[in-house]
T-cell receptor, first 109, second 114 residues
Framework: KNEVEQSPQNLTAQEGEFITINCSYS?????LHWLQQHPGGGIVSLFM???GKKKHGRLIATINIQEKHSSLHITASHPRDSAVYIC???????????FGQGTRLTINP | DAGITQSPRHKVTETGTPVTLRCHQT?????MYWYRQDPGHGLRLIHY???????DKGEVSDGYSVSRSKTEDFLLTLESATSSQTSVYFC?????????????FGPGTRLTVL
């Protein structure tokens, strides 16, 4: 079993819909990283958080340390949001990230 | 954006040949990482460096070696490439001196071993 699990693995929605991507982990962590990867493209850092909530534009990330769970929300989704979204965690005491498998999001116009 | 470049961006090579991938940063950051990305496995850490000449293994280090003789360059070497090393390789750097560091990724190198 992976230490970091994302759901869903694939998500297709219509433009304008509210999107939620979930990340659960089974180990103690120092922080959690959300990343975005467009098809054929590089990997972009969206958020790093260790508690509470962060917001950037239409993107919101939340984390519940007690429940070992994080969510990434996209409001008013747009086709340009189509990408793979990757959750990664810093395991406590380690200097390394452990990655989830990613969620492939497709937003149709 | 963090200044990270990778070279080459694409490479096709034959089994048994040595290959070196280069990661170059202009940010003077301490930590540098090499990952590979494969379908069904996500990103996996190969090696990382926490300073000049200071490196450590990741979860998939077999068949790979690294070197860091300067802060700005982190080299990944496949001594004798195998088809199982066909992958996309990403370099990353960390900006802050904390126990957890936001990582910034290079554009990737697509390696095909025939």
């Amino acid at each position: 079993k992976n230490e970091v699990e994302q759901s869903p693995q694939n998500l297709t929605a219509q433009e304008g819909e509210f999107i939620t991507i979930n990340c659960s982990y089974s180990v103690g962590i120092s922080a959690l990283h959300w990343l975005q990867q467009h098809p054929g493209g590089g990997i972009v850092s969206l958020f790093m958080l260790s508690s509470g909530k962060k917001k950037h534009g239409r993107l919101i990330a939340t984390i519940n340390i007690q429940e070992k769970h994080s969510s990434l929300h996209i409001t008013a989704s747009h086709p340009r949001d189509s990408a793979v979204y990757i959750c990664a965690v810093y395991i406590q005491g380690a200097q390394k990230l452990v990655f989830g498998q990613g969620t492939r999001l497709t937003i149709n116009p | 954006d963090a200044g990270i470049t990778q070279s080459p961006r694409h490479k096709v090579t034959e089994t048994g040949t040595p290959v070196t991938l280069r990661c170059h940063q202009t940010e003077n950051h301490r930590y540098m990482y090499w990952y590979r990305q494969d379908p069904g496995h996500g990103l996996r850490l190969i090696h990382y460096s926490y300073g000049v000449k200071d490196t450590d293994k990741g979860e998939v280090s077999d068949g790979y070696s690294v070197s860091r003789s300067k802060t700005e360059d982190f080299l990944l070497t496949l001594e004798s490439a195998t088809s199982s090393q066909t992958s996309v390789y990403f370099c990353a750097i960390s900006q802050r001196e904390q126990s957890y560091n936001e990582q910034f990724f290079g554009p990737g190198t697509r390696l095909t071993v025939l």
